[in-house]
């Protein structure tokens, strides 16, 4: 199984308000940045066949300017929030013979996680914002290996932590 994660772009100021918080979205640079990472994905044929987002509003637009570049529908879950354990969904998808091309899109914290429970790799860098990772993952034992990996320095633009 193909895994791409991506975590979400820039987005506005932080806000304790849990509403607000929730309701961040990118900030024009943010997108921008989105936008070139997309158009680099689909010139290197790096191409999900669905993407599952958090709900929280960086992540969906993200997720949103991802699939319109890409044509690939966008489904909003809110096992990707920040904070929420993601490795049971990747074990059900990986249990899915239906899905084979799957990305996700959510937080640092989540996908920092994963990446190193899947690969084993608990030095790994963390997720930059905007960053895409793909996986290629066994179905069978959950082992996954780095086969690809974009960030915006790889285009000439800034990394953002």
Known sequence: MKLWLARHGQA?????????????????QGRAVVVAIAKEMRSAGELPNQIYASEYARARETADAIGTI?????????ELAPHAPVYSMVKRFAGDD??????????????????????????????????????????DTLEAKLKWQLRPSDLGLRDQG
Do not use: C, W
């Not at 506005?12 to 024009?28: A, M």
């Not at 890409?70 to 809110?78: F, G, Q």
């Not at 959510?106 to 793909?134: C, I, M, P, W």
């Open 12 to 28: 506005g100021p932080y806000s304790v308000d849990p509403v607000k918080e929730r309701d961040r979205g990118l900030t024009p």
């Open 70 to 78: 890409l044509k690939i529908p966008v489904d909003v879950i809110d």
């Open 98 to 139: 239906n899905i084979s091309r799957a990305m996700l899109v959510g937080h640092s914290d989540n996908f920092n996680a994963l990446y190193a429970q899947l690969t084993g790799d608990d030095d790994a860098d963390d997720f930059v914002k905007a960053e895409v990772r793909r996986l290629k993952l066994d179905r």
